[in-house]
């Protein structure tokens, strides 16, 4: 058998564990003078609203009260519900912006320590293009590295011609056999001028 202790404790822990983040969506069953209302906070409180109207058209006022503090009710817990919310987002904004300062300065003192370390690194001078062309041609040794604008154009050798290509009819004799002859003239063709 359980202790009344421990039951107590678990139904304070329930209590406080609650959260109203999610009253606004919520679904509620309310029990009016009317029967059960079932809905959102926000559904509740147009129905008892417009059970309130109905009754002051029935011109009875005690219904009309009741039905008016029924969705006073409501409307105070979704108003609660609605400002913690709110605070939720505002203090969660605050510490976004505040993690983004943050970042935002890390990310300047980094810069500043990059450009103070690639400023006062060892680098050699800047060579104008006819030291260039020592340090290349092995005059200077800085330990720069070559590149194509440091580069000294080297004159193009000139090419043979080609010899021109001998005529099929005038091709030499395979090995082994005889020339082909070359075509005979027709009849008909005139005499090419020699």
């Known amino acids: 058998m359980r202790s009344s202790k421990s039951r107590s404790r678990s139904k304070s822990n329930r209590n406080n564990n609650r959260s109203v983040g999610n009253i606004v969506n919520r679904v509620f069953d309310s029990s009016g003078p009317e029967g059960k209302v079932r809905g959102t906070p926000q559904q509740i409180i147009d129905k008892y609203n417009q059970l309130a109207r109905d009754a002051q058209l029935a ?6 009260e009741n039905f008016q503090q029924h969705a006073e009710h409501y409307l105070r817990l979704l108003s609660q519900a609605q400002k913690e919310q709110e605070a939720r987002r505002e203090q969660q904004e605050q510490q976004n912006r505040e993690r983004q300062a ?3 300065r890390e990310r300047a003192a980094r810069q500043e320590r990059e450009s103070a370390a690639a400023g ?23 330990g720069l590295v070559e590149t194509p604008e440091n580069k000294t154009e080297k004159p193009k050798r000139a090419s ?15 090995e082994g056999g005889e020339a082909p002859e070359a075509p005979k003239p ?9």
């Open 59 to 64: 011109n009875d006022r005690v219904a009309t």
């Open 102 to 104: 943050e970042r935002d």
């Open 120 to 142: 006062t690194g060892d680098q050699p001078d800047l060579l104008n293009n006819d030291e260039a062309a020592a340090v290349v041609e092995g005059e200077g040794e800085t």
């Open 160 to 174: 043979k011609p080609r010899r021109p290509r001998k005529p099929k009819a005038e091709a030499a004799p395979a």
């Open 186 to 194: 027709s009849p008909d063709a005139p005499e090419a001028a020699e």
